[in-house]
């Protein structure tokens, strides 16, 4: 109990932190390259309290996956009336893709490649070849500024990788990087696309 304590008070105060430094949201710009393709069900791994809820309608089904279940249980409580959210106390390697129609779905993973090794991202990949997959990341480039480098020390994932890292991992995506688009202070976000139109991609987020 005094670890699920710590963790979710380290999500929150974490979260709250990001908050204040943010100059606005990667949702914004993925909304509008989920509008412009058929989409019926939209599958958020590592979610967190689901902010890209804030951004959809009733057009979407929406199944959340987040490991920490002091976000599931509090929208799972707020949500259960409506029956076209769902969520789900289950990390990447537990969820069955297959029930999902790879023509009508899109992945959302906002921060998940550099918080799981590249064995659990390889299996993501083997799981997931047809699907269309929007990943955003932090990601390390040379000569970054040291504000830059404290920030990405801060964040809870150990796998910031280098932008040719995640290239050589990321087989058959396209990548973009997001320059100091999101936040207040200087930041370097990665956004890795499959099955997507890489002009839209190039459009929405250079």
């Given at each position: 109990v005094k670890l699920y304590i710590t963790i979710s008070m380290y999500s929150y105060f974490y979260r709250l932190f990001q908050s204040l430094i943010l100059k606005r949201s990667f949702n914004e710009d993925l909304i509008k390259l989920i509008?412009?393709?058929?989409?019926?069900?939209?599958?958020?791994?590592g979610s967190a309290d689901s902010p890209l809820l804030n951004y959809i309608n009733n057009d979407y089904f929406y199944h959340g996956y987040e490991l920490d279940p002091y976000f599931t249980n509090k929208l799972k409580?707020?949500?259960k009336n409506n029956n076209k959210l769902s969520f789900y106390n289950k990390g990447v390697d537990d969820i069955d893709f297959e029930k999902f129609d790879p023509k009508k779905s899109?992945?959302?993973l906002v921060g998940l490649f550099h918080h799981v090794d590249d064995d659990q991202v390889k299996r993501f990949i083997n799981k997931t070849k047809n699907f269309k997959?929007?990943?955003?990341?932090a990601v390390k480039i040379d000569g970054q500024k040291n504000i830059t480098k404290l920030l990405m020390a801060m964040d809870r994932g150990n796998f910031i990788r280098k932008i040719d890292n995640y290239k050589k991992?990321?087989?058959?995506?396209?990548?973009?990087?997001?320059?100091?688009?999101?936040?207040r202070l200087p930041y370097d976000h990665l956004v890795s696309t499959k099955n997507i139109d890489e002009n839209i991609v190039n459009e929405l987020f250079n």
């Open positions: 509008k412009r393709h058929n989409i019926q069900d939209i599958i958020d791994i409580l707020k949500y899109i992945i959302v997959i929007f990943a955003i990341d991992l990321l087989i058959n995506f396209n990548f973009c990087v997001a320059k100091n688009r999101y936040l």
